[in-house]
């Protein structure tokens, strides 16, 4: 049995059945069998009303917190969000004779390569976008309400009691924007002339790696990806994975790892894909999967993990896939140099979306003035495109969707992935994933995951501060990979959702 504070102690077994009943409704949602709408606890429930949540703070048990606040917005914001679901499920565009929702509208947009039908696609994004913003701005209303409930008079005042080290990372994020912005942009420009997109637009950096098709005769995704597992000593772990890999309707279009009811139940989503990047965030899924299955023995083990530690994890994995000694043996087929460049291209446009995200969010939290135009400034800046004032709400609702700090998890979780990677390097050699090792080394840190270190204590050994920015990327020496959008969705409850 797993130790957990006192003043959780009697309810962790409500907790589990609670986290059980909405993961499984959530998976069912996002596969396309089933509604979003988990029955859940009726009237007054101490379990989400908020005070396990202060309870925690007050104990400074940051990461029991940091997953007791999604319970208390999920079952707070239940009505609000199923209003949402409502609309996003409703409103269509006609792209070729087809109405397509904004998510189905998202995951066509990474697989058109055709100028005119792009175009088309685009505008279709945007007539969607506009339609569901009204929708946006009420749930985020509803956010706001529920939070100033909890006894926060701003957002940036909870995510800072739940992260005192957001500043920092703020700061960071900031100078590694700085020190990697006139090299992304040079990337930039050359796939663009390379792929011939006149009209720069953010989509362009996912038709980057679009294009990075594997080559005929390569095994599929899900047996490359088992076998992998297998050679690591995680053959039994298999068996408790769930794997749901059929197209059907309603089904998002993106992979994802839902611990349903860790260690006995985790499951995993995919669908077709034949692109490295496919392959690529299939073995970050599994990376999660291998955690929540050989890496727990009860579900609050995952509640006393840093969740950007368990994101950094499947980052850490999906590199693997860059390696051709990894490609030869699981493959059976080498990838050209232009196809892992691509898919590095795409990640660090990921990275810097997170980064900007990052600033951009804070800002506001802290009460911008004008946070349209603080958006439209900052995706200048960074990316060389023109973007709608009025998305300056999107992302952000979807982010906060899944925490109330999004863009913070993902960007210690891009730092960290260095550090894992290293760290496994130490543990079991430089190609670490191909030897007998890997097994032994991985389950180490998973016992330090559970073990409850934070981001800093990874990043900083020793309670150094946060080291400066050196500028690394996807670029660096023996830098390899990772998945292809921030998942958003409690990590401890589900990863059953992407950012758009
Ligand atoms: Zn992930």
Redesign the pocket.
């Known amino acids: 049995m797993t130790t957990v504070p006192g003043y959780l102690a009697g309810h962790v077994e409500d907790l589990v059945a609670l986290q059980a009943r909405v993961a499984h409704a959530r998976w069912l949602a996002a596969t396309g069998q089933g509604e979003d709408h988990p029955a859940l606890p009726e009237g007054p429930n101490r379990l989400t009303d908020g005070r396990l949540v202060l309870l925690a703070l007050e104990h400074g048990d940051l990461h029991y917190a940091g997953e007791l606040v999604l319970w208390y917005f999920r079952v707070r914001l239940t009505e609000a969000t199923a209003r949402l679901r409502l609309l996003q499920r409703t409103v269509t565009a006609e792209v070729g004779g087809r109405a397509l929702t904004h998510g189905e509208l998202v995951a066509f947009s990474r697989t058109v390569t055709d100028d005119r039908r792009r175009a088309e696609v685009r505008v279709a994004l945007a007539d969607v976008g506009e339609r569901l913003r009204e929708g946006r701005r009420r749930w985020l209303d509803a956010y706001a309400e529920a939070r100033a409930e909890l006894g926060f008079p701003t957002h940036a005042a909870l995510v800072r009691a739940l992260h005192p080290e957001v500043d920092r990372f703020v700061i960071h994020a900031r100078d590694w924007l700085d020190a990697t912005r006139a090299a992304f942009l040079r990337r930039w420009d050359g796939w663009r002339a390379r792929d011939g997109h006149s009209a720069p637009a953010m989509g362009d950096a996912r038709l980057v790696a679009a294009r990075a098709v594997l080559p005929e005769g390569a095994g599929g995704a899900l047996a490359s990806v088992r076998s992998t597992v297998r050679e690591w000593g995680f053959g039994g772990c298999l068996e408790r994975i769930l794997v749901d890999d059929v197209a059907r309707p309603g089904k998002s279009g993106a992979a994802?790892?839902s611990p349903v009811a860790p260690p006995a139940d985790v499951r995993v989503s995919t669908t077709p894909g034949t692109t490295l990047g496919h392959y690529a965030t299939l073995l970050?899924?599994f990376?999660?999967a291998l955690h929540f299955t050989a890496g727990t023995r009860h579900p609050a083990d995952l509640w006393r993990t840093h969740p950007a530690l368990?994101?950094a994890f499947?980052?850490t994995l999906e590199r693997v896939v860059r390696r051709p000694d990894w490609q030869r043996r699981h493959l059976g087929v080498t990838v050209d140099a232009e196809a892992v460049e691509r898919l590095a291209f795409a990640r660090e446009h990921v990275r810097r979306l997170v980064a900007t995200s990052l600033c951009f969010e804070m800002a506001v939290h802290d009460g911008h003035p004008d946070p349209a135009a603080k958006y439209v400034r900052s995706y200048e800046r960074e990316f060389g495109v023109t973007v709608d004032r009025g998305a300056a709400w999107d992302r952000m609702q979807t982010y906060l969707e899944g925490k109330p700090c999004y863009p913070l998890v993902y960007h210690q979780a891009f730092a960290l992935r260095e550090t894992l990677w290293e760290h496994l390097a130490g543990r079991a050699g430089e190609r670490w994933y191909a030897g007998s090792d890997a097994g032994p080394a991985m389950r180490e840190l998973f016992a330090r995951f559970a073990a409850g270190d934070g981001a800093e204590e990874w990043l900083s050994p020793g309670g150094v501060p946060l080291g400066q920015v050196h500028g690394e990327g996807e670029f660096g020496p023996g830098r390899a990979g990772q998945?292809d959008e921030p998942?958003v969705g409690g990590h401890a409850v589900d990863?059953a959702e992407r950012a758009p």
């Open positions: 994802f790892c970050h899924e990376g999660h368990t994101e499947g980052f998945p998942v990863h």
